[in-house]
Every structure is written in structure tokens, then in C-alpha cells.
DNA sequence: TTGTGTGAAACTTTTCACAGCC
DNA sequence: GGCTGTGAAAAGTTTCACACAA
């Protein structure tokens, strides 16, 4: 099998998330590449492509079947399994992310929240229980969770890195304004800055004022 | 001039946030792009060949000035202006972003927020004042507002999307679930979406677990 | 007629190799 | 010896063109 290209990979994502839209908008069985293309804004060369890596999914003069081809892409991810979550921190962002819509979909399920305020700890939020951080350890072990996600500030961030991996998480997505990196091979980390793509925009507006 | 690629553009945010922070908390007047590649861990030659399509800033055997560098990149990137943001919603996501850390820096501020809940307009936060969402146009207007981010429910950014358009804003950065986007060429719209990053991370767990 | 699947071409981006300067 | 700047090669990605099927 040949290389696969790591962008293609990403736009599966965006694939898989159309195609269940749509499955659920639309009465239409099935989808062209051209219909899925103009969903996200790219051509349609490029989203056959991008499946023909994994196999035949479609059919000539007819397209996709929507429900099919979703089942597919999320088998060829591996998103078929579900991951165990747990969320650091919640605060006004840890909060925002509990509830933000995406987060409880197939695939994706915070099973535990750790937080510092006592107010806090012992509650539930959306039904997850809310557990002391000195109890981390412990609740990663025996429910077996995988990711951890931080949202904590950023002087607290390094240490519950290192607490969750202590723990043997295996992945961290982590939303604090410092860069975490770890030289072990053992957990998977991404930062994800909110800031940056503010940055982005600003830029691409100076640009677009410069050449006008 | 060559075109110079958008991954290089990219980059260059990078390479400032780091010079930043190299300047901050080194006492070393130059860095070398080795130890900058180390810091983002890409290797050195990009780092060389980014800055090379906008001209010779280090010096041989010794490296670049810090500062000066950051200085450069800044005017490149065009961000010596500082433009002008509002933020639409004032919930979890919203008021996590009023106080994350890097939106007040610079070139980035804050001048408005805009909510529909009584109880919060009115009072400020961080020192920026919350008005009703039915001052929008006016405000924008009059403060000359060129940046919103849309940090609102699902069902409601559709709608505050359209009364930032109407109002003249030219980037709208959108955290709401949902894809906007318009067909004029007046506004360049950028969406966020928190769940994607944590579909990667699942994807990658389920590959590495695949492989061993 | 509509729409997939795919090799080949075109294009973009990264990596390499090394001349040149401190 | 250490480190930049850059043309050229390699690698990667997107677009094109068209055979082929429903």
C-alpha cells in the first residue's frame, strides 16, 4: 500500500462529520463528491482521491451512499472504538468544553472531571462526577482513561501533565497557554491555541489592506 | 518576488511566539535556528529557508539578534497595527476567552462585548464593557470594530454571523459547532472547532494501537 | 448523462548540500 | 568550528484528463 497523504487523513474528518450531517438534514441516500466537496469548500478531484486510498466506496453514475460511506471512513480512522476522556480543570473554559456540543459524540466520553475548588468536587456536571485532584490517580487507573484534556491555568498546566502521565494516560490535549512537551514516547501531546488563529486573521487582514 | 508558501506564513507566527519568550526568559542576546527548530521541533533548515523568502536576518557563525528578529517578523506578518475585536456571547467559551492569556498581547484587544442577558449588560469585564446585542451595528460601528468572534450557541451564531456582517466587520473568527460561511468576498470567516483536535488524538491512539 | 476511480502531470513544500562569512 | 543563506534535489500533495460503469 502506498503512502498516504497525513492531509488526507485530516480531511476524512471533515468528511465523516458532512456525511452525518447530512445523513440526519437530508432524505438523499446517497452523496457525490461533488455535493461533499462544495460542503467544505474544496474540489471534487480531491475527495475521490482521498478515498480511493482506502478502496472503492462509491458507485459510477450515482455517488456514495451517505450512511455507508460514514460507517466506512469511521472504521478506516478507528474511531469505531470509544475513548475514555478525562477533563482537567473547570474553570470557565473546562465548563465551555464539558457542554460544547461534539464532545459527547461517538467516540468521545468524559468520564471524569478533576478540579481543584472543594465547592466543586463531590457535584456532577452533565452527569460526569466531579473528583478531588489528589484522587487522580487513582480514578484514571481504575476506569482505564485514555485522554486527558487540560484546562487548568497555565502555571497549574506542567504539573497535571506530569500527574497524568503518571497515571499512564496516553494522550493529552491540552488547552493551556504553555507549550507542554514531553521527551517520552509514551503520551501523545496537543497544544491547541486559541490565540493563534486570532493571530491568523489579524494577519491576513494586515496583508489584504497592504495590497489594496 | 517568489510566492512564499502559506506553511511558511504559518511558521512565522511560531518563530515570534518563541523569539517572545526567548527574549523574555534567556539572558542570550541571539538564538541560532537550530535551538529555534528545537523549541517548535521542526528542523533548522526550514527554519532558515522560511526566513529566507523575506530576506537576511541572522548572521553567519553567530546566529539572530533575538529582538530584532521578533521586530522583523512582526512587520512582516503586519502586526504593528493593533486591530480592533468584539466578542459576541458571554458564557463559558466567552468569558474563557476574555481572560485567556496572549488575546490582550499585542495587536490583539478586545474593545466590546455583546450579550443577550440582561443581567450582565451593562457591568464590565476585564474592563470591557457588555452591551445588548441590539447595539451591535452601532457600536461596531462607531468604535470601527474589525474583528468578531462568535463565541455564542450553536442556533444563535447563524444570526449574529450575519448582524456582524451587516455591521461592516471584515474577520469574523467562529467557535460556534457549525460551519458558516458566505459567499461574498467582504469577510474572511476562520472556524474553530474544539472537538477536531481530540478526533485526531483518538484517531492516532487507535493507529498506534493498531500497529503494535 | 452523471459520476467514480486513477495514472500522470503540475505544483508545492521540505530536505539536502555546501559555499561563504564570523 | 559554528552558523547562515540558498540553489537544487527529493518528497509530498493537488489537479487534470479520461476510461469506464450505472
Redesign the interface.
Same mark, same amino acid.
Given at each position: 500500500m502506498k503512502r498516504i497523504p497525513e492531509a488526507s $487523513?485530516?480531511r476524512l474528518?471533515l468528511y465523516l462529520r458532512t456525511l452525518k450531517e447530512l445523513a440526519k438534514n437530508s432524505e438523499d441516500v446517497t452523496v457525490s463528491s461533488k455535493q461533499l466537496a462544495e460542503?467544505l /469548500?474544496i474540489n471534487s478531484h480531491q475527495v475521490r482521491k482521498d478515498l480511493s486510498y482506502f478502496g472503492k466506496f462509491g458507485q459510477r453514475g450515482i455517488g456514495y451512499r451517505t450512511k455507508e460511506l460514514a460507517d466506512d471512513i469511521n472504521k478506516i480512522?478507528?474511531?469505531n472504538?470509544k475513548?475514555k476522556?478525562c477533563l482537567c480543570g473547570l /474553570?470557565?473554559?473546562g465548563?465551555?468544553?464539558i457542554?460544547?456540543? /461534539?464532545?459527547r459524540?461517538e467516540?468521545?466520553n468524559v468520564v471524569a472531571v478533576f478540579e481543584k475548588d472543594k465547592d466543586k468536587i463531590g457535584k456532577t456536571i452533565n452527569g460526569i462526577d466531579v473528583f478531588s485532584v489528589e484522587r487522580m490517580n487513582r480514578v484514571i487507573r481504575e476506569k482505564n482513561i485514555? $485522554?486527558g484534556?487540560i484546562a487548568v491555568p497555565?502555571d497549574a498546566a506542567k504539573s497535571v501533565a506530569s500527574q497524568l502521565i503518571d497515571a499512564g494516560i496516553?494522550?493529552i490535549?491540552n488547552f493551556a497557554?504553555i507549550?507542554l512537551?514531553y521527551p517520552q514516547e509514551k503520551v501523545?501531546i496537543?497544544n @491547541?491555541? *486559541?490565540?493563534?488563529? *486570532? @493571530?491568523?486573521?489579524?494577519?491576513?487582514?494586515?496583508?489584504i489592506?497592504?495590497k489594496s
Open positions: $487523513i485530516h474528518n460542503e /469548500g480512522l478507528g474511531l472504538k475513548w476522556i /474553570g470557565n473554559l465548563s465551555a468544553l457542554s460544547y456540543r /461534539g464532545f459524540k467516540g468521545l485514555e $485522554i484534556i497555565a496516553k494522550a490535549l497557554p507549550k512537551s501523545r496537543r @491547541v491555541d *486559541l490565540s493563534i488563529e *486570532l @493571530v491568523n486573521l489579524a494577519q491576513f487582514l494586515a496583508n489592506s497592504k
